[in-house]
């Protein structure tokens, strides 16, 4: 039959004119129910003062209660449900029924249903700003890059876009067989409900890509909302309802942090849940390097790697850890020997790019005191054992929830700075003297997620790139960048796994090999 299927609302040009979207999509639902009239945005769900639970399409409030902070005025500006263990096991009952049905909608139905969400976070972006802003306390410029807004990253409905663009290519393979008379076929079938719990730093990309990658392809999600940001990851999940996912496809828990240990378990003990998709944590982090080679562009590299290590005040699992620049551009001698020489060294237009930018708050502040009590004593270590500090370095005891951009040079085997993230606006910088010296220096460490490379060689720069252990690996670009056309992931302690386009969507299908005889 043809079902009506409301595509939101999308901008039409910089005056933001809007333009409503009916698409018509010839479909057979097999007993998934679908609005055949557009949704109303569930706006009441996402102004109250008591965020509820949303589970089979319906909001839950509960008696316990997670008050939510702006760290940097500190009023409680709502408060959020809690889960309990029923709470989370229900939402897993109904993934689970939901997934019986949704996992045989076409990929048409399923690749619109993504569109639709891109352009509701389209025409609600102002929200989704507003919402990081009130409760991670990041910067203005930060929560646009991770809705629509930015013009230096790609934006977060890009990555929805591409996602939904790349949902027909998953698809199965008819391989030869050894037996007579027989055909096998390889099938992709979609793995069954997934737990997705995403973080706070990056509260809309990072939760919507695993989300809406599982969906694309015929899973179902509980999704495990951080207690920091309930808000805007509950607009997350009415983005999804209100472009028609049937109840029961995207479900929401959060919990107090007290409680998060047993929530967690009894999710990923349920029968149901079949993966888990887990984003965040030191454990997972990154200490990405910057190597900045001979031939450089200096004053672009100091710059962008200054904005690496202090962007969103390096609550980013992409910052820039560690920097690493040769010998002859580190402290040039005509430099050394003339301080009104015209050309500068990288360390002088480091501590200029990281003096700037902490002059006009670029960094912005921690989400919480914890997070700065952390990025705080791993700098404080580094001055306890000695480490010279280029600039910044932490006074305040307690810290305040903005720290000075910071920059550590040499620090010793016994600082835990070496190779321990900071997630605050600092780095580590080092001095070597050859590409292998580079290499060796960039690859000692537990994670291995990002690292970037400046050079005009492009030579030189594949051949370091294959030798680098880090799942991307740029040059001449921040650290601080992924493409939605691109895999995105890490090696060693950085996790397993990929995201992004089709890359994404095959973490969530397994392959089925069926056979016929005769």
């Excluded at 940097?72 to 263990?85: D, E, G, M, Q, R």
């Excluded at 037996?179 to 737990?195: A, C, H, Q, S, W």
């Excluded at 996912?245 to 929401?252: K, R, S």
């Excluded at 895999?487 to 060693?492: A, C, D, E, I």
Aim: charged residues 15%; aromatic residues 6%; proline residues 5%.
């Amino acid at each position: 039959m043809c079902v009506a299927v409301w595509c939101g609302r999308q901008f039409a040009g910089a005056g933001l004119a809007v333009e409503a979207q009916l698409w018509l999509i010839s479909e057979t639902t097999n007993d998934v129910e679908l609005p055949t009239k557009p949704p109303t945005p569930h706006r009441d769900s996402t102004s109250t003062t008591n965020l509820p639970l949303w589970i089979n399409n319906e909001a839950v409030h509960t008696s316990s209660t997670i008050p939510v902070t702006q760290a940097t005025s500190a009023p409680i500006v709502h408060h959020a449900s809690s889960a309990s263990v029923k709470d989370a096991t229900k939402a897993a009952n109904t993934s689970w029924t939901a997934f019986k049905s949704w996992r045989t909608t076409t990929h048409v139905f399923r690749r619109d249903l993504i569109l639709c969400v891109a352009a509701y976070f389209e025409l609600h972006a102002e929200d989704f700003v507003a919402w990081q802003i009130e409760e991670t306390s990041c910067t203005e410029t930060w929560a646009k890059q991770n809705v629509t807004l930015s013009l230096s990253f790609p934006p977060h409905v890009s990555y929805l876009k591409e996602i939904a663009a790349q949902v027909s290519s998953v698809t199965g393979v008819i391989p030869p067989t050894e037996k007579p008379n027989t055909i096998g076929f390889v099938f992709k079938e979609p793995i069954g409900p997934i737990l997705c719990i995403a973080p706070w730093n990056a509260a809309l990309v990072l939760a919507t890509r695993g989300i809406a990658s599982a969906i694309a392809v015929g899973c179902t999600v509980v999704f495990k909302a951080s207690e920091l940001c309930p808000k805007t990851h509950l607009g997350i999940t009415h983005a999804f309802t209100s472009s028609s996912a049937p109840p029961g496809v995207l479900n929401q828990i959060q919990c107090r942090r007290e409680d998060a240990a047993e929530i967690t378990e009894t999710l990923i003990a349920h029968d149901s849940i079949r993966k888990i998709e887990f984003i965040g944590s030191a454990a997972l982090g990154g200490k990405c390097p910057a190597l900045v080679l001979d031939d450089a562009d200096l004053q672009e590299a100091a710059n962008q790697c200054a904005l690496g290590a202090v962007l969103h005040h390096g609550q980013i699992c992409f910052s820039t850890e560690r920097i690493i620049v040769f010998e002859s551009v580190a402290e040039l001698p005509a430099r050394a020997g003339d301080p009104t020489a015209d050309t500068e060294d990288f360390q002088d237009l480091l501590i200029k790019a990281m003096q700037g930018l902490g002059e006009k708050g670029v960094a912005g502040s921690a989400v919480s005191e914890g997070i700065a009590a952390h990025a705080s004593d791993i700098i404080r270590d580094a001055q306890d054992h000695g480490d010279s500090v280029l600039v910044g370095a932490i006074s305040s005891n307690p810290p305040t929830l903005s720290l000075n951009p910071t920059i550590i040079r040499s620090p010793s085997s016994s600082s835990r700075i070496l190779d321990e993230e900071t997630f605050g606006p600092s780095a580590s910088l080092y001095i070597v003297s050859s590409d292998a010296e580079a290499i060796t220096l960039a690859n000692s460490s537990a994670y291995g997620l990002n690292a970037t490379v400046w050079t005009r060689d492009m030579s030189r720069f594949l051949a370091m790139s294959r030798e680098l252990e880090y799942g991307q690996v740029h040059a001449n670009s921040i650290s601080v960048y992924t493409s939605p056309t691109a895999s995105q992931g890490g090696v060693k302690g950085s996790g397993f796994g990929r995201q992004n386009g089709r890359w994404g969507l095959e973490e969530f299908v397994v392959d089925k090999f069926v056979s016929w005889c005769g």
